[in-house]
């Protein structure tokens, strides 16, 4: 029986053409990790468990970046500019309805289970770089966000957005 980190082998290094995947949620977890931690069996497996446990504590959200309206970039301080979804299915109906093509990256919320709100903070707010991991940090409350604040960047800002279920 494989584990994730032979999964996560098996399909890194398919043949040019093989349209093998794999689930998102083991490539979401594997793609946190630095790169070098990527060809560690114990960090691969571990960080694949961690990412489990946080989705079924509901420490987890799906993001979609929304930079556009009509052609135009939106402003990072716009409270529209990216959609938090509870699940990857609230994503799937929102998207249904509103762009069929869009694609949302699950992350990690800290401080606790998501509930009506995340608080997001981005060391570079114009970045689009959706996919990176290193591209925001999410908290579930604003005390959790304001301390963490306090202590890493005391004059970075902290955006709310509310959980679409």
Same mark, same amino acid.
């Given at each position: 029986m494989s584990d994730a980190f032979d999964q996560w082998v098996e399909?890194?290094?398919k043949p040019a053409?093989?349209?093998r995947g794999i689930p998102a949620e083991l490539y979401g977890a594997v793609m946190s990790l630095p790169e070098?931690?990527?060809?560690?069996?114990?960090r691969v497996n571990a960080a694949v468990?961690?990412? &489990?446990?946080?989705?079924? !504590? #509901?420490?987890?959200v799906w993001l979609y970046?929304?930079?556009y309206e009509n052609g135009a970039s939106r402003t990072?301080?716009?409270?529209?500019?990216?959609?938090?979804?509870?699940?990857?299915?609230?994503a799937d109906r929102w998207? &249904?309805?509103?762009?069929? !093509? #869009?694609?949302?990256w699950e992350y990690q919320v800290d401080g606790g289970p998501a509930e009506g709100s995340v608080w997001l903070y981005s060391p570079d707010p114009a970045s689009r770089a959706i996919g990176d991991p290193d591209w925001l940090k999410l908290f579930a409350s604003a005390e959790a966000a304001n301390k963490w604040l306090e202590q890493n960047y005391p004059r970075g800002k902290m955006g709310e957005y509310p959980i679409q279920w």
């Open positions: 399909w890194r290094h053409g093989n349209r070098a931690d990527r060809s560690d069996r114990q468990r961690s990412h &489990d446990e946080a989705r079924r !504590e #509901g420490r987890t970046l929304n930079a990072v301080d716009d409270p529209e500019r990216v959609k938090v979804f509870a699940s990857a299915e609230a998207f &249904d309805d509103n762009d069929p !093509e #869009g694609v949302a």
